[in-house]
């Protein structure tokens, strides 16, 4: 029975107590709680018989696939730190990366083995890496089968203040490892094992037991990267519940795959990132009306980006049996709540103890603009980064916040209206102009694909509004005037962009996070 707030206590007993539920459903492997358990445990040992110990950190350098699962779980039961790698990051971002980690062990894909060759060496701290996968040339790697082999082992030390290193995506400057205590992340990003049960949130690690004998029997489809850290919040507030995942192991995002899968495997919940899977999921039911029966889907959740309420409307109308849901949250502070729509057309959540708007070290006033804090369950800092951790996280009134870079306004109605991502945030004229406010609005142009809007520095206004586009159908682009028109009817006319750039495809993360820093340098050429 777990007796603390760890993941791995609290697994251990979700798969004592529901051993035969299905866990993993995967095209590589179906297992159920007691064979996904019994994995980690031998994965555990094989680490541990190679050098590996509590607090070493831990990378998965792995796309979707129950590797990724098995790995966290396994490091969490060493009383090791696991921490998220971005599979799309090339040689020198792997050396910052790692190194700022202090890797101890890279579990990787066997075909990232080329670039973990190049690599391997520039990291000192780096005790091993191994490989997960065949059909490739592993030299210099463990086989990941070959860990697997080992007995189980333990009992291994264990601490609620044992952390997880969440790396932030990087877009708008180095990625930041965010240190979360187990307790702490249990409650601000798996929802304390309450999100899927009639038993709301544990109280006492023990409650668990109940969470999974309890807990609604449903399914979730993660459909976003799990190094993606919504993805895996999303992942542990099923496990927690005893819900089974199922994985997509395709290397690119195909919707009628994915719709293949839900239906075959009749999935409840599909977890995605935004408008950027939301609008191809929207593309592909349109396409094809009639072809699947998704009649056992009971959520179409979203969270991590920007999920436009056109978008929401739509996928509503194909799925009707299907709930919209649109989480909030950051890195830095977990899972700020459901997003509600204002009249602004931007997205509100509530303030509380917890959650404020925070200015000049403050809390803000009614009325006020700041950035979007969260108090109580928090991480603890940036890993080997006590600057940047000075700016993040900073005590006020005697209580520390962690403070977002998510803009937001406090209403007198006690929510937060939400702007965007500060640091993106293009002042024209003195005026503030939240680049996810206008992409909303260029996306729902019915020739419009994605739009991702940034500044370019202006003599007169000190920044102007560029719009970087993709069209529908590349020989049919809308003309500026045209796309001027569209956005002036909804936004006041400072927020309408002075430029265009049409491009072949926007650039995003894995996860389907806007690039600004690659939007920046395609505005700043525009004319």
Known sequence: MADRFHLADLFETVARTVPDRMAVISDSARLTFAELDDRCDRLAAGLAANGITRGDTVGLYLQNGPAYIETFIAACKLGAVPFNVNYRYRADELRYLFANAGSAVIVHDAEFSPLMREVRGDVPTLKLSVADGSGADIAGSLAYADLLAHERGGPWERSEDDILLSYTGGTTGMPKGVMWPHKAFIFACAGGAGYFNPHGPITAPQDIASRAADGYPLSLFPLAPLMHMAAMWAVWSALLNGLTIILDEGRVFDPERVLDTAEREGANMLQFVGDAMAGPLRDALRANPGRWDLSKIVNLGSGGAVFSQHLKDELKALVPGASI??????????????AQASGEGMMRLAANDQQQVVTDGRIAGVGETGLIARSGNTPVGYYNDPVKTAETFVTIDGRLWAVSGDTGRRDADGMITVFGRGSTCINTGGEKVFPEEVEEVLRAHPAI?????????DPRWGERVVAILSARDASAQPSHDEIKAFAAARLAGYKVPKA????????RSPAGKQDYRWAKELAASAS
């Open 325 to 338: 849901t649109d989480g909030m949250g950051s890195t830095e502070t977990g899972v700020s709540g459901q």
């Open 449 to 457: 694909a994605d739009a991702v809007v940034a500044g370019q520095p």
């Open 500 to 507: 265009l750039v049409w491009v072949e495809a926007v650039r």
